[in-house]
């Protein structure tokens, strides 16, 4: 956002990212608030769709919690080994039943301009989104955590009704 009298530049964080849960035992789908995913809608493939440019990417970090206390807004965060493109789909797999599960983004709204995102290397865009290194590129601030999820249950295998001794 820019304003209109000073031209100073605000960058706004995403929307809180949407989660569904999945059928799959141990499985959460997370999607950005207002993207197209390319799926299928009564026979039509959606167009990708979304509010950053072709190069930029999204920094997307989830946690995972037991118990009814959340964490703190900055608390227990892990990042993934690489950025997502526009228009993905984060798929969480194999997670507990037993514990709930968050995540939150921020995006570089274009291409690297630091020279310190090298794709080829696992969390190479760290370097680049870390605010404390002079020259990095410009990402917006963190959105708010998305709903707090747990995904859904292995079935529990049915029990064998025990063979009663013959008299």
């Known amino acids: 956002m820019t304003c209109i009298k000073c031209k100073a530049l605000c960058l706004l964080p995403p929307a809180a990212p ?22 299928q809608s009564n026979g039509v493939t959606l167009p990708k769709r979304s509010c950053i440019q072709d190069a930029g990417v999204y920094h997307v970090q989830w946690r995972g919690f037991d118990g009814e206390t959340t964490p703190g807004p900055d608390d227990e965060w892990r990042n993934p ?21 968050q995540v939150r983004v921020r995006a570089r709204l274009g291409a690297c301009q630091c020279g310190r995102d090298i794709p080829s290397e696992d ?26 999820a747990t995904p859904v ?12 001794a013959a008299p």
């Open 18 to 39: 949407l989660v569904k849960r999945m059928e799959t035992a141990g499985h959460l789908h997370f999607t950005m608030h207002g993207e197209e995913c390319g799926l």
């Open 81 to 101: 080994k690489k950025c997502v493109k526009p228009s993905s789909i984060i798929s969480k797999k194999n997670l507990s039943d037993q514990m709930r599960y």
């Open 123 to 148: 969390y190479g865009f760290l370097k680049c989104a870390d605010p404390n290194l002079p020259g990095g590129c410009l990402w917006t601030p963190w959105s708010a955590p998305s709903a707090v």
């Open 153 to 164: 249950a292995p079935p529990v295998a049915p029990v064998a009704p025990e063979a009663s």
